[in-house]
């Protein structure tokens, strides 16, 4: 199961993704392709749009991923939070397979 983690300080967020949903075989697995696509496009769109300023820091492994932002610019809070409602989604479609940690 692949499990995430959001937690919101003063001026910034951070968002902790790790290990595999274990939907299907390793390289058919939709859910891990899904989780691992929306990570890498949030990370990629704060880079393409100039943003790149307000990660503070950015982790992206094979079965895991940790992306810290600084909150005050609203477009990357903003990206952040399409995240966030992303990985809700997914996780509301695969609940044995993607969870919310606390």
């Known amino acids: ?5 959001v937690v919101y300080k003063i001026n910034e967020a951070v968002i902790e993704v790790s290990g595999h949903a274990d939907y299907a075989k ?3 697995d939709i859910v891990c392709a899904s989780i691992s696509t929306a990570c890498i496009i949030t990370a990629n ?3 393409k749009l100039d ?3 307000n990660i ?3 982790v992206c492994e094979e079965g895991y991923f940790r992306l810290q932002v600084n909150t005050q610019d609203e477009t990357t809070l903003g ?5 966030v409602e992303t990985l809700e989604s997914i996780s509301g479609q695969y609940p ?3 969870k919310l940690k606390n």
């Open 1 to 5: 199961m692949t499990t995430y983690k």
């Open 26 to 28: 390793h390289g058919s």
């Open 45 to 47: 769109l704060i880079d």
């Open 51 to 53: 943003l790149r300023y």
């Open 56 to 58: 503070l820091d950015l």
């Open 79 to 83: 990206i952040f939070e399409n995240l």
């Open 96 to 98: 044995k397979h993607l």
